[in-house]
């Protein structure tokens, strides 16, 4: 079963907009990671942010956590076609070893030119 | 360093054929996961391996579903026979073990495309 659901589905913006995506989950976390995956390839790592940290910046990227309400949002700003992708976000759910992810249903986003 | 490598890329069988992945992590890399990943939704995993030992194999459909890690370096999934709802793109990854976030981040292949007919 997946952890994650993911908001908007499908976001569809121009070059230069911000980008928000939701993500919520069901069970306590360890942290929480977000992925992107350009078509026809593998999953990239973007951000991790941890249980007990409320929000993380890299570069364009801007990630908050809310562990009261059990979800997540990613802010990509100034986006730019190269960031049309599938975003997922990914719960490690923590328990020592094992560092198993379990990801959400992703958003499409698509920056037009 | 080198990134995960998967093969084949694509693949096309039919019903009741059987079909082999093969993964090679990222070197250094004791960890090593194999995802399921359906058109339009996200990897759900099927087994992970910690060196050659199955850590979590919970999801994996093990009536035709089987994978192994000799030497705890490279891996193979294979299915057999496949299933019209095997279509989907199997995605292997790898992450570092031990202490410390490093361990958390995975790194992907860029996945086998199977298609079953």
């Known amino acids: 079963s997946q952890q994650g659901e993911e908001d908007p589905q499908a976001l569809s913006i121009q070059e230069g907009e911000n980008a928000t995506m939701n993500c919520s989950y069901k069970?306590?976390?360890?942290?929480l990671q977000w992925y992107r995956q350009n078509s026809g390839r593998g999953l990239v790592h973007l951000i991790l942010?941890?249980?007990?940290?409320r929000e993380k910046h890299s570069g364009r990227l801007r990630v908050t956590l809310d562990t009261s309400k059990k979800s997540s949002s990613l802010l990509i700003t100034a986006s730019r076609a190269a960031d049309t992708a599938s975003y997922f976000c990914?719960?490690?759910?923590?328990?020592?070893?094992?560092?198993?992810?379990?990801f959400g249903t992703g958003t499409l986003l698509a920056v037009q030119p | 360093e080198a990134g995960v490598a998967q093969s084949p890329r694509y693949k096309i069988i039919e019903k009741r054929q059987s079909v082999a992945f093969w993964c090679n992590p990222i070197?250094?890399?004791?960890?090593l996961y194999w995802y399921q990943q359906i058109l339009g939704q996200g990897p759900k995993l099927l087994i992970q391996?910690?060196?050659?030992?199955?850590?979590?194999d919970s999801q994996l459909p093990k009536d035709r579903f089987s994978a192994e890690r000799l030497k705890g370096v490279d891996s193979t999934l294979k299915i057999q026979p496949a299933k019209l709802e095997d279509s989907a793109v199997y995605l292997c990854?790898?992450?570092?073990?031990?202490?410390?976030?490093?361990?958390?981040?995975?790194?992907f292949g860029a996945g086998t495309r199977l298609s079953v007919l």
């Open positions: 391996f910690q060196n050659n030992g199955v850590v979590d």
């Open positions: 069970t306590s976390i360890n942290n």
């Open positions: 990854a790898s992450s570092l073990h031990g202490g410390g976030l490093a361990k958390n981040i995975q790194y």
């Open positions: 990914a719960t490690d759910l923590g328990g020592g070893a094992t560092n198993k992810l379990i």
């Open positions: 942010i941890r249980s007990n940290e």
């Open positions: 070197s250094g890399h004791a960890t």
